[in-house]
């Protein structure tokens, strides 16, 4: 029993505690504003740290589902895309793009995205490979806040093929992201998603956010 307490409150320390963030109220919409995105934002704090007391730590299950996803990292490969990975990024914008019935707004080139990726280092990825092929992939960039003094970490997207959903994939990436975040001492971690689009931000809910 003590063992597995220790190595809980290791696990714990690693991977930083998820805490509910405050969501940022929508501005008002008419009916036609269809596409309207849900902020929301989770806040990386670790277990250790006694300057939030007030900050509510995620619950057990949570933590449970957290850890779940750590052990499915066994088998889930988190690379980051490199410079030849430009058809494959496009590749996949183009794939959140049609989920969301947004493909007709897609303007970026392969040598738009090299330029501004890696050239002049505006955004990074990661891919989630499973058995040698990229199942999904995160992109992802640096803000900052005035109000906490801090910079923040920015999901821009988060996509998984539809036939590798359920499988812990999008989880995978989220937790990574989180651990980037920590590592660059970020404040905070934040994204939008479409209000119409109920299974994610389930997903996005079932973690804290």
């Not at 596409?35 to 934002?41: E, W």
């Not at 066994?74 to 030849?84: L, Q, T, W």
């Not at 900052?144 to 801090?150: A, E, K, L, V, Y």
């Amino acid at each position: 029993m003590i063992w597995f307490i220790i190595i809980a409150v290791i696990v714990i320390v690693f991977y930083g505690i998820v805490s509910i963030g405050t969501s940022r109220k929508s501005v008002s919409m008419d009916s036609e504003q269809k596409d309207m995105s849900i902020p929301l934002s989770i806040t990386v704090t670790s277990v250790s740290d006694k300057n939030n007391p007030s900050k509510p730590l995620i619950d057990e299950n949570k933590l449970s589902d957290l850890n779940k996803c750590v052990k499915q990292q066994n088998i889930i490969v988190i690379r980051k895309a490199e410079r030849e990975d430009v058809p494959l990024l496009l590749e996949f914008i183009k794939g959140i793009a049609q989920y969301e019935k947004m493909e007709n707004e897609v303007v970026a080139s392969p040598d738009v995205l090299e330029r501004e990726m890696f050239d002049e280092h505006r955004a990074e990825a990661v891919f989630a490979v499973v058995d040698g092929r990229e199942v999904g992939f995160a992109l992802y960039f640096y803000n900052f806040s005035t109000f906490i003094g801090h910079s923040g970490l920015y999901l821009e997207d988060l996509f998984v093929w539809p036939d590798d959903r359920g499988k812990g994939y999008g989880k995978a990436l989220l937790l990574h992201l989180v651990k980037i975040a920590r590592e660059h001492h970020c404040g905070r971690m934040e994204w939008s998603c479409l209000n119409w689009n109920q299974p994610s931000i389930d997903f996005y809910l079932s973690l804290g956010a």
